[in-house]
């Protein structure tokens, strides 16, 4: 029964260089959400995609940041060029219905990034 | 613009005492709500919900009270013990612009039990 899971855990990387999270959903969950949570700050929406599609990037920097979520394996949040403004822990979430809030929105244990 | 913010960034309560914890809004256009736990370095984990047709709304040791009037949010966590310490969130649920809803988090409370 394992829970949203997300890695690596902690990642460290310098000025310029590429960061990759991953998040795995929960099993039978299509839906995913990424969240970017600075530290004595509360979560901020970054993107929502199901299988295939990005949803909802509102949330998402303009540039140097992307997401997917292939058909096959975990979502990617993408950072190329990492600043040291980029330093924060990322939440991945995920639901099985569409937008469904209550308890149905799990999250995972979250990826801190520190950028030198 | 629109945001959800909390009074009071520390909280230091003795063990066994009830806690409160407090929480402004200012999208009137919310209908829904969520307390949130987060235990160091760990994700959110979903406490209680509410609506906004409702005032109060009780679980196991916890009771959220919704004051639409003047836009407050709080959470009651009865008898506290130790496990109860970490930071916690309110969020309202907000639409997306594709027909989702994405949460909006507050800054948060971080709650101290003192044995």
């Known amino acids: 029964n394992a829970g949203v899971m997300q890695n690596p855990r902690h990642l460290v990387r310098r000025r310029g260089q590429e960061a990759r999270l991953r998040c795995s959903p929960m099993?039978?969950?299509?839906?995913v959400y990424w969240y970017r949570q600075l530290p004595e700050e509360g979560l901020k929406f970054m993107v929502y995609?199901?299988?295939?599609?990005?949803?909802?990037e509102s949330g998402m920097p303009k540039e140097r940041f992307s997401a997917e979520f292939p058909k096959e394996g975990p979502s990617i949040l993408r950072i190329q060029q990492v600043v040291r403004g980029d330093s924060a822990a990322y939440f991945c979430?995920?639901?099985?219905?569409?937008?469904?809030?209550?308890?149905?929105?799990?999250f995972g244990p979250g990826t801190r990034l520190t950028v030198l | 613009g629109e945001s959800v913010g909390l009074h009071l960034p520390t909280l230091s309560v003795q063990e066994g005492d009830n806690s409160i914890i407090n929480c402004a809004y200012s999208?009137?256009?919310?209908?829904?709500f969520i307390w949130y736990k987060q235990e160091s370095g760990k994700g959110p984990q979903f406490i209680i919900d509410?609506?906004?047709?409702?005032d109060k709304r009780q679980g196991q040791r916890v009771t959220v009270l919704l004051n639409k009037t003047v836009k407050h949010l709080s959470l009651q966590i009865a008898a506290t013990q130790p496990g109860d310490s970490a930071v916690y969130f309110c969020?309202?649920?907000?639409?997306?612009?594709?027909?989702?809803?994405?949460?909006?988090f507050g800054t948060g409370t971080r709650l101290t039990i003192i044995p």
């Open positions: 509410i609506r906004s047709n409702m």
């Open positions: 099993k039978g969950h299509s839906h």
């Open positions: 995609l199901q299988k295939e599609n990005i949803i909802d």
């Open positions: 969020a309202e649920i907000v639409s997306g612009n594709f027909g989702n809803e994405k949460l909006t």
């Open positions: 979430a995920s639901s099985p219905t569409f937008g469904g809030f209550t308890d149905t929105q799990y």
């Open positions: 999208n009137s256009a919310s209908d829904y």
